[in-house]
């Protein structure tokens, strides 16, 4: 049968020259192939800069640390280099990376060199394993200065390295902004099992556009429910118009190390892992397969066709929530989006 045009796009990532608002994740203006067979500068070290005689982690020294990661990742961005952007990042957020670095490869264009400007931070007293910052972020040749909103975390091996990375929305600055001088709060006890329980059920269910019965857990959001909800439908019908169906399930949940309480609730990171497969409908080719254009293999490094009886696509999602006292009407500040591994069987 003849090759069918599918259009689908991963929201991208957060130091790639876009709009600050991310992307869907699957919108038919992306130039994307899913196939239906059957038919016939020198990096700098950001781990512990010190200034003498500071005896506690403060404000400062995360400076310190956030404009010693600039110089290093953003040089590891520029030139492409996984390795050295392992050394300054871990998951989730050095997914995203690895996925920008391998788009931009595709495409024959290196990602722009960043810098964070104006930071606002929020550090847990004492002696942390970690701490959030919300910045502007100045982008080579690019017009636009997105917000985004990180957590650091600091390794066993005392390397600090970032972890989570979204860029904010227009309308969510003044909140953003709100966690400067704060303390944050390490080891997940900002928010008690059963609400992160429903909040996770709750984002992963409304990212698929399903109906559930505790809707007013998560306010109605533009990013959530317009762009990724509604990307997600435009696939699925896509896909069902050459014969194919699609079906994600989460894996499992995490939430960040740090969160921090500002006066309309609680900032904090939700991760979901979650696992896209790809079948034939019943009716329909006997085989899916999916070629090098795709986004999702090229986020994941393939260069050739994939294709099988069905297709197993695993990807992260991050999801920076701000949690109300009741943790009902909880909002999506913002989120990202990619794919990590394509097997098939």
Request: proline share 8%.
């Amino acid at each position: 049968m003849e090759d069918e045009m599918l259009g689908r796009r991963s929201v991208r990532s957060p130091r790639t020259p876009a709009a600050p608002v991310p992307a869907m994740p699957f919108a038919a203006a992306a130039v994307a192939l899913l196939v239906l067979t059957g038919c016939g500068g020198e990096p700098v070290d950001a781990a512990t800069p010190e200034p003498d005689g500071s005896a506690t982690f403060g404000r400062d020294r995360a400076a310190l640390v956030l404009t010693a990661f600039d110089q290093a990742d953003s040089a590891a961005s520029v030139a492409g280099d996984v390795e050295a952007l392992r050394t300054q990042e871990v998951s989730p957020s050095l997914d995203l990376s690895i996925a920008a670095v391998r788009r931009a490869a595709y495409n024959q264009r290196p990602q722009p060199s960043f810098q964070h400007i104006n930071p606002a931070f929020a550090v847990p007293p004492g002696d942390p394993a970690c701490f959030l910052v919300t910045a502007t972020l100045r982008l080579a040749g690019s017009e636009l200065a997105p917000t985004d909103v990180s957590q650091f975390v600091l390794g066993a091996d005392g390397q600090w390295k970032l972890s989570h990375n979204v860029q904010v929305t227009q309308p969510s600055l003044v909140v953003a902004r709100s966690i400067d001088g704060r303390p944050a709060t390490e080891g997940g006890t900002a928010l008690d099992e059963t609400s992160r329980r429903a909040l996770a059920a709750e984002v992963f269910a409304r990212s698929i556009g399903s109906t559930t019965s505790n809707r007013s857990l998560v306010a109605s959001s533009p990013l959530l429910d317009g762009q990724f909800a509604g990307g997600w439908e435009v696939y699925g019908q896509q896909l069902a118009g050459v014969g194919a169906a699609v079906q994600r399930t989460m894996d499992r949940a995490e939430w960040s190390d740090c969160a921090v309480a500002v006066p309309t609730g609680t900032l904090t990171f939700l991760t979901i892992h979650a696992t896209d497969t790809l079948r034939p409908a019943p009716g329909g080719p006997a085989t899916v397969r999916m070629v090098p254009q795709s986004p999702d293999l090229i986020a994941t490094g393939h260069r050739e066709d994939v294709s099988g009886k069905s297709i197993r696509v695993t990807r992260v999602e991050t999801f920076l929530l701000l949690v109300p006292a009741q943790a009902t009407g909880t909002s999506v500040l913002g989120l990202n989006d990619t794919a990590l591994t394509v097997t098939a069987s």
